[in-house]
């Protein structure tokens, strides 16, 4: 009888916990209470799923758009609104790029400046010019890495100097292979203070300038 009592209670525990709600890995706390979980099926990635956006214009919106908040174990200084490819893409770009380029120095990474991600407008802004990939959800623009100790490696002022050149150059390098496109400070004179990652596909590979 005991054995059998016994029995019972182990199932009945086993099921409670195959039936309790999945838990954040990384939970940050929202103005409601709620917590960001991990998205697009990557236990790197924290944020939340969001409504399908509709653009102003044709081409403008994604389907299935999720808004990030980290990556792996980054913050992002913004919200960004963009497509699980894209946001898979930052993670591999964040693993083999940012962290072995920033090392240990401040403390190692903190979180990344994001200065664009989803938005319904052409390249570089320029009228009559082709919709920027901003405009799919297929892009971010990332303008400096915060390190824990406060300090920060930017795209602006760091490009052209020392060990903030040096970290900034690798991190260009790796991003190129996981983004279809990586625009830096030598591309053009509208990307002088960040990169632009975007997961546009060429049949001839990346395009990294």
């Known amino acids: 009888m005991r054995v059998r009592l016994a029995a019972g209670i182990i199932l009945l525990t086993a099921l409670g916990a195959a039936c309790a709600p999945l838990k954040s890995l990384r939970p940050q706390d929202r103005p409601n209470g709620a917590a960001f979980a991990s998205i697009c099926g990557n236990p790197n990635l924290v944020g939340e799923r969001a409504e399908p956006v509709v653009g102003a214009q044709s081409g403008c919106g994604i389907a299935e758009p999720v808004r990030v908040m980290e990556v792996a174990g980054l913050r992002l200084t913004q919200a960004a609104l963009i497509d699980c490819a894209t946001a898979n893409a930052l993670d591999r770009w964040v693993e083999v790029g940012v962290k072995p380029a920033v090392g240990e120095r401040g403390g190692g990474p ?68 996981p983004f279809g496109t990586v625009l830096g400070p030598e591309s053009d004179r509208f990307h002088r203070t960040h990169f632009h990652l975007d997961t546009a596909q060429y049949r001839s590979g990346s395009f990294c300038r």
């Open 110 to 177: 903190d979180n990344l400046r994001v200065a664009a991600h989803y938005a319904c407008r052409t390249r570089n802004n320029r009228p009559g010019a082709r919709l920027s990939e901003h405009a799919k959800g297929r892009a971010i623009d990332i303008a400096g890495i915060g390190l824990k100790d406060g300090s920060e490696i930017t795209v602006l002022t760091g490009w052209g100097s020392g060990a903030d050149g040096r970290a900034l150059r690798q991190m260009w390098r790796a991003a190129c292979g």
